[in-house]
């Protein structure tokens, strides 16, 4: 077991019940492969943190931008609170190194890693809320998420990545994007998508995804990097 003292101080929490954070930290895998251990997995503290957020995430953004529309502040919340932000600021934590998973799970990295961390960022709000009420939660939430928004705004994170490289390639190439799926791999509960995005017979950039959908918002991320149109 990782001694939890240095990152219970970078999340500014001293809990009271040590073994709610200890839980928090716990996906499912761990103790598939340690049947020894007698502790839970951190799904339900998860569950409990992901409505934490939300509301903390929801009345923050309705009295910050008093004139926006309920479409944009519902857009804004979900680019604040998406897999990507949440497993930024669990890295920015030094969440991964205290993680306890299974060896397999351990290996992961790029989408797999990032849900791993977001999963546990939110179960750790679950378990400041149970510690210390929701005032501690939503101070955690305010330390770790709060000052992100101007940078969703200004790069416009909050609208999905195929608007804004249609609007771009509209924009700077008078031409709008298509998408093609140019492989399927695995087993149809496994597949992998590897679609690519073009302007005219420009192939941009590639994305891969366990969904069609899912890989052409992450070409249309890669074409965004690609053409510094981001």
């Known amino acids: 077991m990782p001694d939890l003292s240095s990152l219970a101080s ?5 809990f009271k019940n040590p073994d709610l954070l200890i839980e928090a930290l716990t996906h ?9 251990y007698a502790g839970s997995h951190n799904e339900r503290l998860e569950f409990l943190g992901d409505a934490v957020l939300e509301l903390a995430a929801t009345d923050f953004l309705f009295k910050k931008f008093p004139g926006r529309s309920e479409g944009e502040l ?9 897999t990507v932000s949440l497993s ?20 992961d990295t790029g989408r797999a890693r990032d849900a791993i961390l977001a999963d546990a960022f939110e179960a750790i ?6 510690d210390q009420g929701y005032a501690a939660a939503e101070s955690f939430i305010g330390r770790q998420l709060y000052g992100k928004i101007d940078g969703v705004i200004a790069r416009r994170s909050y609208q999905d990545a195929k608007s804004r490289f249609q609007e771009a ?12 799926t140019l492989s399927e791999v695995g087993p149809d509960h496994a597949k992998i998508f590897t ?20 890989a052409e918002q992450a070409a249309a991320e890669a074409g965004l990097a690609k053409m510094r149109w981001s």
Request: hydrophobic residues 35%; without cysteine; proline residues 1%.
């Open 10 to 14: 970078a999340l500014g929490i001293t």
């Open 28 to 36: 499912r895998s761990y103790l598939n492969e340690h049947r020894e």
């Open 74 to 82: 519902t857009s804004y919340r979900a680019a604040l609170v998406n």
């Open 88 to 107: 930024e600021s669990a890295q920015e934590l030094g969440l991964s190194g205290f993680l306890l998973l299974s060896k397999g799970e351990a290996k």
């Open 125 to 130: 709000i679950g378990a400041i809320y149970l």
């Open 169 to 180: 390639a509209q924009e700077k190439r008078g031409i709008t994007p298509f998408y093609e």
């Open 195 to 214: 679609v690519g995005v073009f302007i005219g017979d420009e192939e941009i950039a590639r994305g891969e995804g366990q969904s069609k959908q899912e």
